[in-house]
């Protein structure tokens, strides 16, 4: 008999709000939260229209102890906040690093929530990394402004597909040293 340890997810506090593993409870927001196209169409995986299913598969994966990235809840219910206002994740990479990626709920846009939560992130670095990445569509200058509002770098220019978009969109690459 082998024993497998799985690896734990921590939560992390901040003033305003905690940043907590995803649990079954979320579907429903993130799925609300997801479905509209101004979030969907400034990440590379959200399909716009949502299917159905396409929530919960994520919770699950995100639940999962084979899961391939963290994705912690952005929660505010400690300060009387909704508990979920958005999500933030890392995947493990090679070479000790790790990709950063995130989207904030529209009705906290502008609210330096997610700057805030990624900023936290760093600080807390729960998984020991050396350097993060993160990719931004170009035509998404406030995420590129809270990434370089938390000390990430510039590196250059690329690509990527986005599923909402069924499009290849130039992007902009950031990493910060940890």
């Not at 493990?92 to 990709?99: F, H, L, M, S």
Request: proline share 5%; charged share 20%.
């Amino acid at each position: 008999m082998e024993l497998t340890k799985v690896a734990t997810q921590p939560m992390i506090e901040t003033e305003r709000f905690d940043l907590r593993p995803l649990r079954k409870s979320d579907r429903g927001l993130i799925e609300m939260y997801a479905a509209d196209k101004r979030v969907a169409t400034m990440t590379t995986s959200i399909p716009h229209p949502l299917p159905p299913g396409t929530s919960e598969a994520f919770v699950s994966r995100a639940m999962s102890e084979t899961r391939e990235e963290d994705v912690w809840a952005i929660d505010a219910s400690k300060e009387g906040g909704s508990e979920l206002m958005g999500v933030i994740s890392m995947q493990q990479i090679d070479r000790n690093q790790a990709e950063l990626g995130y989207w904030v709920a529209p009705a906290f846009w502008n609210t330096g929530l997610a700057s805030e939560a990624v900023q936290a992130l760093v600080d807390a670095n729960p998984m020991g990394n050396q350097a993060l990445f993160a990719v931004v569509f170009q035509d998404n200058a406030a995420s590129a402004k809270v990434l370089t509002h938390c000390g990430f770098k510039y590196l250059g220019e690329a690509e990527s597909f986005s599923v909402a978009r069924n499009a290849t969109v130039p992007t902009w690459t950031y990493s910060r040293k940890l």
